[in-house]
């Protein structure tokens, strides 16, 4: 998962949450009052008192003398992302789910990663990604992508609890956070 800060008037700037070390993590722990566990779901969820710390204690490692209190960005200055490999592992999760459905149809398996890219650091590794893997399911079911097939309409989201991008636990969705426009 990665942090996007991008502050008003300001240069963007991204973290990795997964970059923290043992230490890092227990001061953001300490910090917010939320085990390990809470940070990172928080910050799926786009949890602003999670973001904030994270970034806090990563933004310490070039500025030691930054204190909590002085970094206190806008509400809408945060947000989370899935990184490239988070995404790989979505769509490689979503592909499986939808195969275990024997009536599903390649528009199920568009439909189950539709939300995808607007939570994609890379919208176009997203998109890239998303319709290659529409296209080799319907190659594979034997449809021309597009064209429904016979049989009853089965969401992939009734045929799993949702793929795993990582032991994070992040989904990959927030209402809470900005949607971005692709620049392509």
């Known amino acids: 998962m990665i942090i996007v800060y991008a502050p008003a008037g300001g240069e963007r700037e991204e973290y990795d949450a997964r970059t923290l070390r ?27 008192e999670a973001m904030r710390a994270v ?50 149809t390649p528009e199920d398996l568009a439909d189950a990663l539709s939300g995808m890219p607007a939570a994609a650091l890379d919208r176009e590794h997203a998109e890239t990604l998303i319709r ?13 992508a597009g064209q429904q097939q016979d049989g009853p309409d ?19 969705t927030s209402s809470t956070s900005p949607l971005e426009t692709s620049t392509a």
């Not at 910090?31 to 940070?39: N, P």
């Not at 509400?75 to 195969?99: K, Q």
Request: without cysteine; aromatic residues 8%.
């Open 22 to 48: 043992v230490s890092e993590a227990a001061i953001v722990s300490r910090t917010t009052d939320m085990s390990w566990g809470a940070v990172r779901d928080g910050i799926a969820r786009d949890d602003l």
């Open 55 to 104: 970034v806090w204690v990563l933004k310490k490692r070039s500025h030691p003398s930054l204190r909590y209190a002085e970094f206190d960005p806008g509400v809408e200055e945060m947000f989370a992302r899935f990184d490239r490999d988070e995404i790989t592992r979505w769509v490689e999760s979503a592909v499986a789910a939808v195969e275990a459905a024997p009536t599903a």
């Open 132 to 144: 290659r893997a529409v296209e080799e399911y319907a190659e594979g079911k034997g449809t021309p």
């Open 154 to 172: 089965v969401s992939p989201s009734t045929t799993s609890s949702g793929p795993e991008p990582s032991t994070s636990g992040f989904s990959p």
